[in-house]
C-alpha cells in the first residue's frame, strides 16, 4: 500500500513537472531561460529563506516551500511543491540530511537540472555530530570564528559522503558566524545565476553579515550573565550543538540522541537521559516548541527537574526574522539557567 502512494505521488509530481515546464522558453539542460526578469528562486525552510530574501532582496521571487513552525524534519511535500520547484531558476535547501529524504527526492527529480539546487549546509564548515558524547564537537570554541578565513581546515566538503546519516550537525544558524558563510555561499549562487544584479547582491551580503557580527555580541553578553557552573543544559534532541560550540553553554545529554527530532528512544536510553541529569544536579529542562517529546513527562516525574517549553530551534515563526529567533531562543535558555542554585 505504502509503495502504491509512493508510485501515485511520482506520477502526479512528474505531470506537474511536465505541465510546468511545457510553456515558456528553456535552454539546453530544459531550465527556464531568464529573459528580463526576477529570477525565481525557491527555498525549503522558512530558515533558508530568511537568508536567502536578506541578500536576494527585491531583484528575486522567493518562494518557501515549508511553512512557519512546521517542524522541517517531518515535513510531507505537496504535489504542488514539484511545479514550485520546477519553474525555479535556483533553489536552496539545508542539506546535510536534515531536509526529509522526500523533499530531497522532489528536488532532485523536480528541479529542471542538477545544477539549479544550491545545498548551504556543506558551506558553513558545518561541525561534526558527536553520537557518543556532547563535549566537545569538533572544539570549535568561541575564539576565532570572527574572520572567515580561519576555517581552512574545513574545506573538504566531499568527506561528507560516507559518514553515515546525521554525521554533520546541520542546525547550524545557533552560530550566526556560520549564517555569515551560509549568506556568502547564497550571494555567490544568486551573482552566478543573476550576474546583471550583482552589485546589489554584494551590497546586501556585507550589510548583513555586519548585522550578523553584531548578532554574536549580543548573543554573548546575554550567555555571560549566566554564572559558569549554571551553563549547563538539557534538550529534546541534538539542535543545539552550534551554540555549544561557539557560545560555551554545555549540552551534557538529550532525550533523543539524534538529530531527527521524530526518532524514538528505548527504555536504557531514558534511563541514561535520567542518569545524567542527576550525575549533574542538572536543575532545568528545555522542551522544544516544533517536537514535544513524550518522554519529558517521565524525567520530569523521575528526576524533579523543571520543565521549560517553547524553545524554537528549527523554524521561523510567522513574520519573525533570524535575529529574533536567535534572541528569544538564548533569552529563554539564560533565563532558566541564570538561578538554578
Not at 535556483?90 to 532532485?108: C, D, N, S
Not at 558527536?130 to 572567515?148: F, L, M, R, S, V
Not at 559558569?228 to 543545539?240: F, M
Request: charged share 25%; glycine share 8%; hydrophobic share 35%.
Amino acid at each position: 500500500m505504502k509503495n502504491n502512494k509512493l508510485f501515485k505521488f511520482g506520477v502526479i509530481a512528474l505531470s506537474i513537472v511536465l505541465v510546468a515546464c511545457a510553456g515558456g522558453s528553456s535552454d539546453e539542460a530544459g531550465c527556464p531561460v531568464i529573459e528580463d526578469r526576477k529570477i525565481n528562486v525557491v527555498a525549503t525552510t522558512p530558515m533558508i529563506g530568511e537568508f536567502v530574501s536578506q541578500v536576494g532582496g527585491d531583484n528575486i521571487n522567493l518562494t518557501v516551500i515549508m511553512p512557519p513552525e512546521a517542524d522541517p524534519h517531518t515535513y510531507e511535500p505537496a504535489p504542488q511543491d514539484a511545479g514550485t520547484i520546477a519553474d525555479a531558476d535556483l533553489v536552496f535547501y539545508t542539506g546535510l540530511k536534515y531536509e526529509p529524504a522526500a523533499v530531497i527526492k522532489l528536488l532532485e527529480s523536480s528541479a529542471c537540472s542538477t545544477d539549479v539546487l544550491a545545498e548551504v549546509g556543506e558551506n558553513v564548515y558545518p561541525i561534526e555530530f558527536k553520537e557518543g558524547g556532547h563535549d566537545d564537537h569538533g572544539d570549535h570554541g568561541e575564539e576565532g570564528h570572527d574572520d572567515h578565513d580561519d576555517e581552512e581546515g574545513h574545506d573538504d566538503h566531499d568527506g561528507h559522503e560516507g559518514h553515515g546519516h546525521g554525521a554533520y550537525d546541520p542546525h547550524f544558524w545557533f552560530d550566526p558566524n556560520r549564517v555569515a558563510y551560509g549568506a556568502e555561499y547564497i550571494e555567490g549562487k544568486l551573482v552566478e545565476f543573476d550576474p546583471s544584479n550583482a552589485a546589489s547582491y554584494e551590497s546586501a551580503g556585507s550589510a548583513y553579515t555586519d548585522e550578523l557580527k553584531s548578532l554574536i555580541g549580543q548573543v554573548s553578553d546575554l550567555i555571560s550573565t549566566v554564572p559558569s557552573q549554571n551553563r549547563k543544559l538539557i534538550t529534546t534532541h541534538e539542535s543545539l550543538g552550534y551554540l555549544e560550540a561557539k557560545f560555551g553553554l554545555q549540552v551534557l545529554s538529550t532525550i533523543i540522541p539524534s538529530l531527527d527530532s521524530a526518532n524514538e528512544i528505548s527504555p536504557s536510553q531514558l534511563v541514561d537521559v535520567i542518569d545524567v541529569i542527576e550525575d549533574n544536579s542538572v536543575k532545568v529542562i528545555f522542551i522544544e516548541a516544533e517536537a514535544p517529546s513524550v518522554y519529558a513527562e517521565t524525567i520530569v516525574a523521575e528526576t524533579g527537574i523543571k520543565a521549560v517549553e517553547g524553545l524554537w530551534v528549527e523554524t521561523l515563526k510567522e513574520g519573525q526574522s533570524y535575529p529574533e529567533f536567535l534572541l528569544d531562543a538564548v533569552k529563554l535558555i539564560v533565563e532558566n539557567l541564570r538561578n538554578t542554585d
